[in-house]
């Protein structure tokens, strides 16, 4: 079986990766560009909010290599999660930057696009017939839940991909995709091993991350063969070794043997990783395990309240020794001073105590000679959002405290206006699996003829 060679130039698209890197991935004559498009990592505000996480100037920069490059190479190029959350709102920026690209360059291709995105009266059917499982510690899924989500969306896993392919597109953009499925899809359709494709995938879609020095914005080469895959970068100052492509390998998991995905789980427990050169590195071992009914991960997110923020500092150390007692003083204060007749919450992030971690952090002595306050306030609207805080930050902008020497004021603020109207702020409303027999019919596509032709 001949080599497959993948090429994965960044860890999302809109990241950015050196062209020198590229070309030398391009010069290696790969059989399939991919690329991921985003995740929920950032959180569910983009889902939510249907705006991208990616800056479409530095999207459309990176597209255009890709494009170009597929095309001359006549090769595929699929890209996963368009626009960061997959919505169809994400996808359709995505394949207008696609057209212009065309234009411009004047490239033909046959492009599919996939959606993910459900409509919700099918999703509450899917409720009551049972369909609709709950998944890990989040919780149970509810018909109200479905109806106050502005987007839902499924992962698909390689079946839309592979489908798409076989009616001859070129250039696919996907909604919201497992990671790994825009790399392993158009290898699996062509015979090679599920798992490896699959575990490959898990490993290009962060791009260069699992180099050593590591990073999302530098170009990786996968090669998959009958019972093996190797990964090495394409910048010659980073290198894999069996320590970085193995921890990489234990990236987003509970459990470090098992990578749950669409249709069943990765089982990597006899994987083996070997140096094949001090750049390279070999994997063989992983097996995927089927489930008996496949299923897809439902993610959807509703608005949840309007957030204002006010960012300051504080350098005195009788402030910071007393830290605790003022914030924990500043929002009886606020209460008293404000009288509202709404709902808020007023909450404080302190960097320099404990602002990563919170109340998991380890360490409970303050070793810094400054703090950073976050006061955050989120609210039922942006109006009574920002006159919490404007109550707050005033209060505790002139806040006296036992030992206080100076009466100018306890923070300085590094931006004017010092609060800071976010807008609309969201949590993941659905985040469950739904069980289907056949999981191609979930996910509608599209075809389109781009280009002069």
């Known amino acids: 079986m001949k080599e497959y060679r993948i090429l994965s130039p960044s860890g999302i698209v809109g990241y950015g990766f050196p062209e020198e890197s590229f070309r030398a991935g391009v010069a290696l004559k790969p059989d399939l560009i991919a690329c991921d498009g985003g995740s929920t990592d950032p959180g569910p505000y983009y889902l939510g909010s249907g705006i991208p996480f990616t800056n479409a100037t530095a999207v459309k ?8 490059a597929a095309c001359e190479l ?8 368009a626009g960061g959350s997959g919505a169809d709102v994400h996808v359709s920026r995505e394949v207008e930057i696609v057209r212009q690209i065309a234009k411009e360059e004047k490239l033909s291709f046959k492009m599919a696009v996939i959606s993910s995105e459900f409509e919700k009266d099918m999703l509450i059917e899917q409720l009551r017939a049972g369909k609709i499982e709950k998944l890990g510690p989040a919780p149970v899924v509810t018909e109200q ?3 106050d989500s502005t987007h839902i969306v499924a992962q698909m896993g390689v079946e839309p991909i592979i489908k798409a392919l076989d009616d001859g597109a070129q250039v696919i953009i996907c909604g919201r995709c497992y990671d790994p499925a825009a790399f392993a899809a158009p290898a699996i359709r062509l015979g090679y091993d599920q798992a490896l494709a699959l575990h490959l995938g898990k490993i290009l879609e962060c791009a260069a991350i699992c180099a050593t020095p590591g990073s999302g914005s530098d170009c990786m080469m996968g090669y998959l063969g009958e019972d093996y895959f190797c990964v090495e970068p394409l910048n010659p100052e980073r290198k894999c070794t069996t320590t970085s492509v193995s921890a990489h390998t234990l990236y987003e998991k509970t459990n470090p043997y098992i990578l749950p995905g669409p249709g069943g789980h990765l089982d990597l427990s006899d994987c083996v990783f070997t140096a094949e050169s001090d750049r390279k590195v070999r994997v063989t071992g992983s097996r995927f395990v089927p489930e008996t009914v496949p299923s897809v991960k439902l993610e959807g997110a509703k608005v949840a309240g309007f957030r204002t ?3 300051c500092g504080n350098r005195d150390p009788i402030f910071i020794s007393q830290v605790d007692s003022i914030l924990e003083n500043l929002k009886k204060r606020t209460a008293d001073n404000l009288s509202a007749d709404f709902d808020y919450n007023l909450d404080f992030i302190v960097y320099g105590k404990n602002g990563v971690m919170g109340q998991l952090e380890p360490n409970n002595q303050i070793t810094s000679h400054e703090i950073g306050i976050v006061l955050d306030v989120v609210a039922d609207t942006q109006e009574h959002s ?3 805080c404007s109550v707050a930050r005033s209060t505790l902008l002139h806040y006296g405290y036992p030992g206080r020497i100076a009466t100018a ?4 603020f590094p931006f004017s206006p010092s609060d800071i109207k976010v807008g609309a702020t969201y949590v ?3 985040y469950a699996l739904l069980r289907s027999e056949d999981p191609l019919q979930l996910f509608r596509r599209t075809y389109e003829e781009v280009g002069e032709g």
């Not at 920069?61 to 170009?68: H, V």
């Not at 090769?75 to 999660?81: E, K």
């Open 428 to 430: 993941f409303s659905v």
């Open 386 to 388: 920002a006159a919490v």
């Open 74 to 81: 006549g090769i595929p190029l699929v890209i996963g999660t």
């Open 145 to 147: 839940d479905i109806q």
């Open 61 to 68: 920069r990176d597209m255009t290599l890709m494009l170009k």
């Open 409 to 412: 004021g306890n923070l300085a």
């Open 309 to 311: 923020v006010s960012i």
